[in-house]
């Protein structure tokens, strides 16, 4: 069945900081890959997908590409936030259906 | 654009009690999903809708069981509530073009605290 396995939290940085948040995955066929953020007392928001190999979803300075080779969706931002201080979960879709099956999430704390 | 809303924001319940939470869809999404969020867990799969009918469903028991109607809204109920049904309850709506399903916007969440 699909799996999704991110990195365990939290990731503790300082404001201006490069973010890196690893993701890999297990899936039948060809997925669609998505990163999702929740801020605290809140539901889910799309941060960005991408649909196939080597797409890059990319949205509000963060980036992610889809690696089939390594099958890895890594989450980046060259410079984080105290605004981006959330919880950070990365999905999957199989083909043709939008069914998500998600990681356990990576909590991000920036400071000042 | 109306986003995806749900209600009530949060919820109180006594174990065996049985619970309704509502949801409304995005303009224009003719797909529904639910997902129940564990502390500290990733969204677990309930179960969707798609013109009115269960369109898959997750590893949960029949006790959870769901509603879609004529205007895409939907209804997620839990009978005989269990401790562990304590959650966050996530709504996701969808468009379903022929055999493919558009990406899933999230309501807010209904919070399930069950004692």
């Known amino acids: 069945g699909n799996s999704v396995t991110q990195m365990e939290g939290p990731v503790t940085l300082s404001e201006e900081a490069f973010l890196t948040i690893n993701c890999t995955y297990t899936?039948?066929?060809?997925?669609?890959l998505f990163w999702y953020v929740q801020y605290p007392g809140e539901g889910l928001q799309l941060l960005l997908k991408a649909t196939k190999a080597d797409d890059k979803g990319s949205n509000k300075g963060f980036e992610a590409t889809y690696r089939k080779e390594t099958t890895s969706f890594h989450l980046e931002k060259g410079s984080v936030q105290v605004s981006d201080s959330a919880v950070y979960f990365c999905a999957l879709s199989s083909s043709g259906y939008s069914t998500l099956t998600f990681g356990k999430g990576t909590m991000l704390l920036v400071s000042p | 654009e109306t986003g995806v809303t749900q209600s009530p924001t949060h919820l109180i319940k006594t174990r065996g009690q049985q619970v309704t939470l509502r949801c409304s869809s995005q303009?224009?999404?003719?797909?529904v999903s639910w997902y129940q969020q564990a502390l500290g867990q990733g969204p677990q799969f309930i179960f969707q809708?798609?013109?009115?009918?269960?369109?898959g469903r997750g590893n949960f028991p029949p006790r959870f069981s769901g509603l879609q109607f004529p205007n895409y809204s939907s209804e997620l109920n839990v009978n005989a509530l269990e401790l562990d049904d304590s959650a966050l309850y996530l709504c996701a709506s969808s468009r379903q073009r022929g055999d493919q399903q558009e990406t899933q916007y999230f309501g807010p969440g209904t919070r399930l605290l069950v004692l």
């Open positions: 809708y798609y013109r009115e009918e269960e369109n």
């Open positions: 303009s224009g999404h003719n797909t």
């Open positions: 899936a039948t066929g060809y997925p669609s």
